[in-house]
């Protein structure tokens, strides 16, 4: 699959995937980043999708692990050391291995899911238009991305899009606001009244 990325921005650590308990995500991370020095994992986290949730009469916003039962770490080290610290914490947290082998995400598909998160590894909500038939999104991580999304549920307020972890699809659920359909001549007045305010 070719990705729509800029690859000019470079990255150096790369992501390792664990796995752990669904529904204590936070917890393994918590404990990971108290085992593992900090020159060995940069950073130990588990990504977070924000969306509306209905309740109490009323629309909030609420947050979920993006990969239920998974935790990334960033590592500059090799894999094997990395690898032996992960061990130590038992019943916490075992190492995805593909192939037989404790791997990084490549980096096409690293950077693919950089570019959705904000530099805490959050997924914002996104919101668009059904725009003559066609998904337009607007604002938010998916803007300009409409192709990613594979399915849409306009009464839950979310939708299913399509990643790639060691160059296998997986479909992920973030946080999507159709706010109406629209012609695409009411779209263009909301484009030019979005500009012309941001340019008083």
Not at 16 to 36: F, M, N, P, Q, S
Not at 81 to 91: A, D, G, H, S, V
Not at 188 to 196: D, N, S, T, V
Request: neutral net charge; glycine residues 4%.
């Amino acid at each position: 699959m070719k990705y729509n990325i800029d690859l000019r921005i470079e990255v150096y650590p790369m992501w390792y995937i664990a796995h752990t308990t669904a529904g204590r995500e936070l917890d393994a991370v918590d404990k990971c980043r108290k085992a593992i020095p900090e020159d060995i994992a940069a950073k130990v986290f588990s990504p977070i999708w924000q969306h509306a949730k209905k309740y109490e009469g009323s629309w909030h916003l609420d947050d979920d692990i993006l990969f239920a039962g998974y935790i990334f770490i960033e590592s500059n080290s090799d894999s094997k050391t990395l690898e032996k610290l992960l061990w130590r914490i038992p019943n916490v947290v075992s190492p995805v291995r593909i192939g037989g082998d404790f791997n990084a995400l490549n980096k096409e598909e690293e950077q693919y899911l950089r570019q959705l998160m904000d530099e805490y590894n959050y997924i914002a909500m996104s919101y668009g238009y059904i725009v003559d038939n066609q998904l337009m999104i607007n604002k938010g991580p998916l803007s300009g991305r409409s192709d990613m999304v594979k399915r849409i549920d306009r009464h839950k307020r979310i939708a299913d899009i399509e990643v790639y972890l060691w160059h296998q699809p997986k479909r992920v659920r973030v946080g999507l606001e159709i706010i109406d359909k629209i012609t695409a001549q009411e779209y263009a007045k909301i484009k030019l009244q979005k500009l012309e305010i941001s340019h008083e």
